[in-house]
């Protein structure tokens, strides 16, 4: 996608780390914006940090693993600026738990916002993307949506699944010439809440350690991975930069991308999992 200016994004997830580094990137190239998130408080505060600033922004309170919310958010884009140009799905949430232990509430939980808000995301945006006659659509996966590490059981199934849904939307969409193009996020380590801001959310609301021991090693290990992590800002215009030279993969470390390669290895030569 060429021209930024004047064109509308919709972003879920934005009123905090990596949807807020997109609405600012996007922001930055006079887009105007259609901000979305289950947090209403940091929502609002989100939406005047933009309007202060002289950009033309709204929010709505959507859950993304709601259909007829995200219908809602994509109607209230269109009411207000007439198109959208630019869907990012990236609300998401996580928490550590081995596959077999996991609650099925939680298995629920993550693979209904994690999972089928992309795909709610792809259902709802992209026709009207098409509509508009030029744009974009991305999702957040994860690095996890390459590899699957031990004891984050339904985050690796969601992001794997939401590489899976923005690879064959993009094979569609090149197979019939469109003008359109999709991406996918697949972030290593970024300094976000996404911790805290997913207990918050989790139902029961308990914290990784109610688990066991072993999540809540877990639990502690990621929280300090995730502040060494890389800028959420700096994530947004990564995403940004991606877009404009029409980029599939969107990765913000990759040298993490050898893991994928060991894994192929593996599977090439021996058909284990991951090599001695
Ligand atoms: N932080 C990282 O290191 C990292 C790494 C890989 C992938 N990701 C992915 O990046 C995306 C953004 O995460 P972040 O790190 O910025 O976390 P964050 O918690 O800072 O932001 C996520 C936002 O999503 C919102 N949200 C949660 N559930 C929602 C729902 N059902 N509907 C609408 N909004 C909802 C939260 O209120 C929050 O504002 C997620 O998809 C996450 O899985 C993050």
Redesign the pocket.
């Known amino acids: 996608m060429q021209e930024f200016s004047d064109r509308v994004a919709v972003i879920?997830?934005?009123?905090?780390?990596?949807?807020?580094?997109m609405a600012r990137a996007f922001a930055a190239r006079g887009m105007n914006l259609v901000l979305?998130?289950?947090?209403e408080a940091?929502?609002a505060r989100t939406v005047s940090e933009f309007s202060e600033a002289g950009i033309r922004a709204v929010g709505r309170r959507?859950?993304?693993?709601k259909l007829d919310?995200v219908e809602a958010l994509a109607d209230k884009a269109i009411k207000t600026f007439g198109n959208i140009h630019v869907a990012c799905n990236?609300?998401?949430?996580?928490i550590p738990t081995s596959a077999r232990r996991m609650k099925l509430a939680d298995w629920k939980w993550i693979i209904?916002?994690?999972l089928w808000?992309p795909i709610y995301g792809v259902k709802v945006f992209l026709p009207l993307i098409e509509e508009a006659g030029e744009g974009h659509i991305n999702a957040?996966?994860?690095?996890?949506g390459l590899i699957s590490s031990q004891m984050m059981g339904a985050?690796n199934v969601a992001?794997h699944g939401v590489v899976a849904l923005m690879a064959a939307t993009e094979r569609e969409l090149r197979s019939k010439k469109s003008p359109i193009t999709a991406s996918v996020?697949?972030?290593?380590?970024?300094?976000?809440?996404?911790s805290?801001?997913?207990v918050g959310?989790r139902p029961g609301k308990a914290k990784p350690k109610a688990d066991g021991e072993k999540a809540g090693k877990m639990a502690r290990n990621i929280q300090a991975?995730?502040e060494q992590?890389m800028d959420?800002n700096e994530v947004g215009e990564l995403v940004a930069l991606a877009i404009a030279e029409n980029k599939f993969w969107i990765l913000?470390h990759p040298r993490w991308a050898k893991g994928v390669q060991n894994q192929l290895d593996a599977l090439r030569d021996d058909q284990t999992l991951t090599r001695a």
């Open positions: 879920t997830g934005a009123a905090s780390g990596i949807g807020l580094g979305a998130d289950l947090d940091a929502l959507c859950d993304v693993s919310e990236n609300a998401g949430v996580g209904d916002v994690d808000g957040t996966s994860s690095m996890a985050y992001k996020l697949c972030p290593g380590p970024i300094n976000t809440n996404i805290r801001n997913s959310f991975g995730l992590g959420p913000t």
